[in-house]
């Protein structure tokens, strides 16, 4: 379970707990035994890349998941400040941050989590969740857990993407994802608290995926040159 505590200015604290199965970190869904509004439709401004049907999927994963959140921010506005707990099973972080980065860790937690068969793809990540983190920090963990995911690829028969050839498209998805989302939200949000929390998630991905260029690879090599003290073996001879 991930608790995430808000204790907003002038306002009564907000408390979310988000219970997780293992080991797949799937999203435990409580009902709140509500009708689910209108912008909860998958067809409802739907992603461009949803491979999802409205057949078989009357609403969106990610906005039925979000509906409790959504709600709770209603009337929070995004440059404000609040301090905020969050509980993991290994560890506590406390911060005073923009409600903006505050509620974005939070969003991202259940985008990943909520079965889209997008954002399922970064549900890795959550092992290790890193509230309030920096692009620097998103990018580095964003990076080993794509190269990961090679590695079990590998493994498991499938052809992997050492090269990471694949990781813009990768990240153009979870672009496309969240732009679609914030068009999602604009439809239903009167203040800007939740709806800039999904800009910033994805300006998070934009950068990630931009950072992909030699310049940007060699600066994060020159972490890694411990590892370059023995000679260098061709492996495609």
């Known amino acids: 379970m991930i608790t995430y505590r808000f204790h907003l200015p002038e306002r009564e604290p907000k408390e979310f707990c988000i219970q997780l199965e293992k080991p797949s970190l799937g999203l435990v869904r409580a009902s709140s035994g509500k ?18 049907s409205s057949r078989e999927h009357a609403c969106c994963p990610i906005a039925r998941n979000l509906v409790g959140v959504i709600e709770a921010f209603q009337d929070v506005f995004s440059h404000e400040e609040s301090d905020v707990e969050v509980l993991t099973p290994s560890r506590k972080y406390t911060a005073h941050v923009k409600n903006t ?49 090679q590695y079990f690829r590998h493994h498991k028969g499938y052809v992997p993407d050492w090269e990471m050839k694949r990781f813009p498209a990768f990240f153009e998805e979870v672009s496309l994802v969240n732009q679609a989302f914030v068009k999602r939200l604009t439809t239903y949000v009167e203040h800007d608290a939740s709806l800039n929390a999904v800009v910033l998630l994805n300006c998070f991905a934009t950068a990630t995926r931009r950072v992909i260029t030699q310049e940007r690879f060699d600066e994060i090599a020159r972490m890694f040159s411990a590892h370059f003290t023995d000679e260098p073996r061709n492996f495609s001879a």
């Open 101 to 149: 980065q505050a509620v974005g860790s939070l969003i991202g937690i259940y985008m990943v989590t909520a079965g889209c068969p997008i954002m399922d793809r970064l549900r890795p990540m959550v092992l290790t969740h890193l509230p309030f983190a920096s692009t620097e920090e998103s990018t580095y963990r964003m990076i080993s857990m794509y190269l990961m995911a």
């Open 35 to 52: 009708p689910l509004p209108v912008w909860t439709d998958l067809d409802h401004e739907k992603c461009p890349n949803c491979p999802l």
